[in-house]
């Protein structure tokens, strides 16, 4: 599907006051994450995901 030049800047538009915007807890589970061995946090997600956070009291 090609978008028009109009289409991009609505789009751009309406995005523009989430371009700034942080998600603190985001960015601590990902700065605990690089803290882990590679795979690690994915299958540590995968579990939480699977399970409910609830199960894992220690989760980053």
């Known amino acids: 599907m090609k978008h028009t030049d109009s289409d991009i800047t609505e789009l751009q538009r309406r995005m523009e006051p989430y371009f700034h915007t942080t998600d603190h807890r985001a960015d601590a589970v990902v700065t605990d994450f690089s803290r882990m061995r590679p795979g690690?946090?994915?299958a540590l997600l995968n579990k939480i995901l699977?399970?409910?956070?609830?199960q894992f009291p220690d989760a980053p």
Do not use: F, L, V, Y
């Not at 699977?50 to 609830?54: A, D, V």
């Open 50 to 54: 699977k399970s409910g956070i609830e």
């Open 40 to 42: 690690e946090g994915t």
